[in-house]
């Protein structure tokens, strides 16, 4: 059964803490995405990799990094530089970052702050 | 600044009814226009998508209307049913932005029986 699985569904951080979302897809798709969701704002996109070894910033990448080491795998690191880290992940993919390629995305992760 | 401007925010709508969201945008670079449906907990997943060369795309229930001159384009959603009940995101794409997406603020429908 393909798909993206993000994990873990729910996070918690204490302030100062680095904490990494796991962002997994077997549709053997070349392009991931991850995107911030607030309440009102939509989706806004923080980094993307079109393959592997290959990633770019997005509109908010400050406090973020990520890496693409596998094609399957692309994990997203919310740093203690990332004021306001409390949102809702999202992960996608598509088979290549080319033109109207549609994105598939996972269920998401919530991210709060103890 | 949010280039795709999403309204209502919110939308109830009575079952049999016909919802409808617009969307509005600046960029004459846009030109790929997918709308998204998010249940609560979930991802969003596309729905249906149209670009500028047609007016009009019709997938049952679902159909995408574009005004180009205008920069608009709407949702709209015959036969409203309670299982159409989510959070819906119109987005668009620039012909110089790879397969980056560009999101309006979402609109939460809620279709009551």
């Known amino acids: 059964d393909g798909g993206i699985t993000q994990s873990p569904k729910y996070l918690f951080r204490k302030e100062g803490q680095n904490v990494t979302l796991s962002c997994e897809q077997n549709?053997?798709?070349?392009?991931m995405y991850w995107y911030r969701q607030d309440p009102g704002q939509g989706l806004r996109l923080i980094y993307y990799?079109?393959?592997?070894?290959?990633?770019q910033k997005g509109d908010i990448a400050e406090g973020y990094s990520v890496s693409r080491e596998k094609k399957e795998s692309f994990p997203l690191t919310v740093t203690s530089a990332q004021k306001n880290p409390t949102a809702f992940y999202l992960c996608?993919?598509?088979?290549?970052?080319?033109?109207?390629?549609?994105?598939?995305f996972g269920d998401g992760t919530r991210l709060s702050i103890l | 600044q949010q280039q795709v401007k999403q309204s209502p925010q919110s939308l109830i709508v009575q079952k049999g009814g016909i919802s409808i969201i617009n969307c509005a945008y600046e960029?004459?670079?846009?030109?790929?226009f997918p709308w998204y449906q998010q249940f609560p907990g979930k991802g969003p997943a596309l729905l249906i998508a149209?670009?500028?060369?047609?007016s009009e795309k019709k997938e049952g229930r679902f159909t995408i209307s574009f005004n180009k001159s205008a920069k608009q384009f709407s949702l709209h959603i015959m036969d409203s049913q309670p299982g159409d009940s989510a959070t819906y995101f119109c987005?668009?794409?620039?012909?110089?932005?790879?397969?980056?997406?560009?999101f309006g603020g979402g609109t939460r429908l809620m279709v009551k029986p």
């Open positions: 987005a668009a794409r620039a012909n110089n932005a790879g397969n980056m997406l560009t």
């Open positions: 996608a993919s598509s088979i290549s970052h080319s033109p109207g390629q549609p994105q598939h």
């Open positions: 149209i670009r500028p060369d047609v």
């Open positions: 990799s079109q393959i592997v070894n290959d990633f």
């Open positions: 549709l053997n798709h070349d392009a």
């Open positions: 960029n004459t670079a846009f030109d790929y």
